[in-house]
T-cell receptor, first 114, second 117 residues
Framework: AQSVSQHNHHVILSEAASLELGCNYSYGGTVNLFWYVQYPGQHLQLLLKYFSGDPLVKGIKGFEAEFIKSKFSFNLRKPSVQWSDTAEYFCAVLLYNQGGKLIFGQGTELSVKP | EAQVTQNPRYLITVTGKKLTVTCSQNMNHEYMSWYRQDPGLGLRQIYYSMNVEVTDKGDVPEGYKVSRKEKRNFPLILESPSPNQTSLYFC????????????????FGPGTRLLVL
């Protein structure tokens, strides 16, 4: 069965540290990829998405992600985190040509210490 | 203002008492979807709809029903709720993408927190 794995359940960083959150999926076909963020008490917001083209995509708030097809990965990165980045981050995969089924990872909780 | 609204925001009910959670969007989006969020499990898709009268099962459809009679509304129905359906529910909508699923940004509603006793 198709699945999405986020390896880190909880990440704790100090401000200005670099961030990389892992996301791997299991599906051999074409995919569309998303990263969403959920700030405490709020609903999900789109950080960035990959549909096609340049595998390095830039999103809001200084986040970027790189799609590596050979590794079935779509890792999220930010060079220098801020306290306001404290949130839960979700990777999601849309299986192309399989209708609208969207599979989310389990989420990674990021805590940034001031 | 473009938005997805859900009602109610909070609901406490008892096992077996039918309930409906409404979802409405004002952006003329084709694609709508329901998710439940549980600690450690992330979001799991319950049902989705790619247009009026077109719905399909997501990963965890058991115990839920949906309907899409109008483009703007996508209610979630629990015919006989059980305690394992206690969760945080999100509705979302977007324009349809070329793959038929969510295209551009998927807009999420504020969530409905459901407790089934």
């Amino acid at each position: 069965a198709q699945s999405v794995s986020q390896h880190n359940h909880h990440v704790i960083l100090s401000e200005a540290a670099s961030l990389e959150l892992g996301c791997n999926y299991s599906y051999g076909g074409t995919v569309n990829l998303f990263w969403y963020v959920q700030y405490p008490g709020q609903h999900l917001q789109l950080l960035l998405k990959y549909f096609s083209g340049d595998p390095l995509v830039k999103g809001i708030k200084g986040f970027e992600a790189e799609f590596i097809k050979s590794k079935f990965s779509f890792n999220l990165r930010k060079p220098s985190v801020q306290w306001s980045d404290t949130a839960e981050y979700f990777c999601a995969v849309l299986l192309y040509n399989q209708g609208g089924k969207l599979i989310f990872g389990q989420g990674t909780e990021l805590s940034v210490k001031p | 203002e473009a938005q997805v609204t859900q009602n109610p925001r909070y609901l406490i009910t008892v096992t077996g008492k039918k309930l409906t959670v409404t979802c409405s969007q004002n952006m003329n989006h084709e694609y709508m979807s329901w998710y439940r969020q549980d600690p450690g499990l992330g979001l799991r898709q319950i049902y989705y709809s790619m247009n009026v009268e077109v719905t399909d099962k997501g990963d965890v459809p058991e115990g839920y029903k949906v309907s899409r009679k109008e483009k703007r509304n996508f209610p979630l129905i629990l015919e006989s709720p059980s305690p394992n359906q206690t969760s945080l529910y999100f509705c979302a909508s977007s324009l349809a993408g070329t793959s038929g699923g969510p295209g551009e940004t998927q807009y999420f509603g504020p969530g409905t927190r459901l407790l089934v006793l």
